[in-house]
């Protein structure tokens, strides 16, 4: 078994990229946690973040893009005895997987997401994305984006998301503490992760400025999660908070259906009919 659950494939992230303290603090907790590391799988999108799968020696799934969050969703029904973890960029869950992600926290799919937000399209050189901010200067607006940003999170907790939370690359220990709530969260648990495209979209000095840390808050209220996640929209230049926004524990999607044959158990009933030469 791995003991660092690090693989050989080549890394070829840029040198600065957020991915790379997201990676390791996935790691980190997946370590830590004692979960057992076959009944972990891990889903990923189209875009820089996606190659996280390649360089993590864990089960994994690879989606079209937009199409991470049904594939996890999938994956999770079929298998509620598995831990899944979906990683996402902006363009990824925010553009074409829009609706996958609010039907996800809609019916409380027992999954943790986690968006590598970096605001913009890296690996197809500098487009903007749905958090890019107004003015933003790329390859598909190169006179400055005109359109106001979407705020994932309140989009989220509108849609009934059990656990909600900011993180951001540069902040490790915050970053490490938020995934690991995530994962031990009997639910959806959607992490927005802050991170800066080295090449495209190097913003750390206005993030570093801005975030601090929640404290003094109470996650079981809905209204003072709303509040908090609206003192920034991604437009304005305010305060920018870190930690976990919202949570509370209803039934998952899979307790609420019907009884059911799960796949393990029909695998096992197939397996016995062949040895019986039924």
């Known amino acids: 078994m791995n003991p660092t659950l690090i693989t050989d494939a080549q890394n070829t992230w840029c040198p600065g990229c957020g991915n790379f303290s997201i990676q390791h603090q996935a790691k980190q907790v997946i370590l830590e946690s004692g979960i057992p590391r076959e009944t972990i799988v891990l889903v990923a999108g189209i875009g820089c973040h996606g190659k996280i799968v390649d360089y993590l020696d864990l089960n994994s799934f690879y989606a079209i893009h937009g199409r991470a969050i049904p594939a996890a969703t999938g994956i999770a029904i079929a298998r509620p005895d598995l831990k899944v973890i979906c990683f996402a960029g902006d363009g990824d869950a925010y553009g074409e997987g829009l609706d996958h992600l609010l039907f996800a926290a809609k019916r409380n799919v027992d999954m943790t997401v986690i968006i590598h937000d970096n605001r913009v399209y890296g690996l197809t050189t500098g487009q903007y994305t749905p ?23 309140e989009l989220v907790l509108a849609s009934g998301g059990t656990f909600l939370a900011r993180a951001y690359t540069r902040n490790l220990a915050n970053l490490h503490q938020t995934i690991g709530a995530a994962i031990r969260h009997r639910g959806f648990s959607f992490v927005d992760v802050l991170q800066i495209c080295a090449t495209f979209y190097d913003i750390h000095d206005y993030y570093d400025a801005r975030v601090y840390e929640l404290t003094d808050h109470d996650p079981g209220s809905y209204d003072a999660a709303l509040g908090k996640i609206r003192e920034w929209d991604y437009a304005k230049d305010a305060p920018i908070a870190l930690g976990t926004f919202y949570t509370r524990q209803e039934p998952t999607f899979a307790e609420r259906l019907p009884q059911r044959e799960t796949v393990v158990d029909r695998m096992e009933r197939i397996q016995k009919r062949l040895a019986e030469g039924v």
Do not use: A, M
Not at 137 to 153: A, I, Y
């Open 131 to 153: 958090t890019s901010p107004p003015g933003y200067k790329g390859r598909s607006t190169p006179q400055g984006n005109v359109e106001r940003p979407l705020n994932p999170l």
